[in-house]
């Protein structure tokens, strides 16, 4: 039987977040040329760890001859366990995976100790050429504990990228024709305290502005509540070039919930802050992340956390069953049983759609400028709303009127296109 073809350029498998996608553009940079196979993993949750070995055996199978390298959060955590798979190649940490010399070593397990780590790359891609939003990475690591979170332990510290490196990468970006830039971290807010004169991510953001006239769409990935500061909030409600779209991580709407999981905010701080936001800006998308069942979770605490989807008119919902990460707080905790975290789960998924759909339906008959993705069918508005089009060119901003709503999607007209 014949088998597949080694590929001729590198082949990026990624799961995960949006810093994930930016940090895969670079190990494409770093790999250009190479016939190898990378699958850049998620941690986040023990599906997610399942998923990436699911995605290894698929790599392989479809390219039996290609060197096939394993990176990201899950490999970082686990690095014998990835090596141990017969599949795998290589195995190369989250630090080490954004630098040259890492991948022209030879070593099968190039790891170091991630807590160590005390910088940040200001990555070597200058294009996201199978997309026209690009991702940057401002940030990585996190210096906060979560019960629940193993994140931690596979992105390190709280470090920053200097903001004259994030300035250049997203000059270079829209200099080669991207017109949105999505600003990543794994715990964005924090961005600064490590710099000299310690900047704040609102300092970041004014001197993106400033500097790159030619950026018409900044959109920044998800925020934590309580650190949204004057400077941030004024930005968000009062700057055009900064999408209306705030993704906020709540992770639950229940105080004691909340403060067994060491957040630092509490459930009516989310509700005003969204409250605020929607006030100064009514346009303004709100999207959150909830976990559903956490230790200890009773029927009331969860009935706060379903209400909380109104509460704060959540429509981009990202939802999750709690899972026990092994060397977490929460872990050690009395669990709630998985077909109930499971069930709370489709609930809080049920209750976001319903919401979803009566935001889009209200969006029928409006005007949205919406950046045309591909295949040229399809794009998403300043909201973040998902938008099927008439065929357009890729990479423009089409304005268009809302004529109806289809499969979770807005139906748009052209109405003007933006020059290209």
Known sequence: MKTAAVPCDPTIITLGCRLNLAESETIRAINAGRAVVVVNSCAVTNMAVAQTRAAIRRARRLHPDAELTVTGCAAQIDPAGFAAMPEVDRVIGNAEKLDLVAWGATEPVVVQDIMAVRTTAPHLAVSFADHVRAFVEVQNGCDHRCTFCAIPFGRGNSRSVPAGAVIDRVAALVDTGHREVVLTGVDLTSYGPDLPGTPSLALLVERILRHVSGLERLRLSSLDSIEIDDRLFALLTGEARVMPHVHLSLQAGDDMVLKRMKRRHARADAVRLVERLRAARPEIAIGAD??????????????????????????????????????????????????????????????????????????????????????????????????????????????????????????????????A
Not at 350 to 373: D, F, H, N, P, T
Not at 396 to 416: F, K, P, S, W, Y
Request: aromatic share 4%; proline share 5%; hydrophobic share 50%.
């Open 290 to 419: 909830l976990i559903a069942g956490f230790p200890t979770e009773d029927t009331a605490m969860f009935a706060n956390t379903l209400a909380l989807i109104d509460d704060c008119d959540i429509v981009h919902a990202h939802i999750f069953p709690y899972s026990p990460r092994i060397g977490t707080p929460a872990a050690r905790m009395p669990q709630i049983d998985a077909d109930v975290r499971k069930a709370r789960a489709a609930m809080l998924r049920e209750a976001a759609a319903r919401r979803r759909a009566r935001w889009l339906c209200s969006l029928i008959g409006s005007r949205q400028a919406v950046l045309v993705e591909r295949p040229g069918t399809r794009g998403h508005a300043g909201n973040f709303a998902e938008v099927a089009l008439p065929a357009a060119a890729i990479g423009r901003v089409q304005e268009v009127t809302i004529n109806g709503v289809t499969d979770g999607m807005l139906i748009g007209a052209a109405t003007a296109a933006a020059a």
